[in-house]
T-cell receptor, first 108, second 117 residues
């Protein structure tokens, strides 16, 4: 079963705009992770937020976690064409389970 | 350079012909895992290994075997491949989690695109 479900499935924005992706999960988690995948390549870890954290920043990335709503969001600020990729959330509870991803397209 | 390597990167084979996809990591990670990625289904875990000689089934283990005789290697074996195993396969590794019940950051290989005719 899918632990993470990303929303929207696809997002297209202009360079310089902010991109927000959401993730919902079903069961309790110990941490939630976000990964990025360029077309056909391996996933790259972006950020990990623990269940006792509400917000975390890393460069242009901001992740929030609301355990009461079982949801997380990933915000990419000042997007660049190079941010074009698929983004996956993954919930961890003794096992990491990935969602189906959001395809982000940043148009120059 | 810290990395996870997979071989081959691309493979076209026929139904029933046994094949092995190798995976190797140079980060001394204890945890290793295999995933398959299919359109509309996301990443699904096939098998994982918590340490040498310790392997366990993931969500979609049918038709696959693994072994973990050394810490750095975690090969994926398809004894009798079928067309429904046509997919993009990823190997991943990670260090032990900071807290019990957690999963740490996973490092992914570049992927193996398998086509079974």
């Amino acid at each position: 079963s899918q632990q993470g479900e990303e929303d929207p499935q696809a997002l297209s924005i202009q360079e310089g705009e902010n991109a927000t992706m959401n993730c919902s999960y079903k069961t309790s988690i110990n941490n939630l992770q976000w990964y990025r995948q360029n077309s056909g390549r391996g996933l790259v870890h972006l950020i990990l937020i623990r269940s006792n954290e509400r917000e975390k920043h890393s460069g242009r990335l901001r992740v929030t976690l609301d355990t009461s709503k079982k949801s997380s969001s990933l915000l990419i600020t000042a997007s660049r064409a190079a941010d074009t990729a698929s983004y996956f959330c993954a919930g961890s509870n003794y096992k990491l389970t990935f969602g189906k991803g959001t395809l982000l397209t940043v148009n120059p | 350079e810290a990395q996870v390597t997979q071989n081959p990167r691309y493979l076209i084979t026929v139904t029933g012909k046994k094949l092995t996809v190798t995976c190797s990591q140079n980060m001394n990670h204890e945890y290793m895992s295999w995933y398959r990625q299919d359109p509309g289904l996301g990443l699904r875990q096939i098998y994982y290994s918590m340490n040498v000689e310790v392997t366990d089934k993931g969500d979609v283990p049918e038709g696959y075997k693994v072994s973990r005789k050394e810490k750095r290697n975690f090969p994926l074996i398809l004894e009798s491949p079928s067309p429904n195993q046509t997919s993009l396969y990823f190997c991943a590794s990670s260090s032990p989690p900071a807290l019990a019940g957690e999963d740490g950051e996973q490092f992914f290989g570049p992927g193996t695109r398998l086509t079974v005719l």
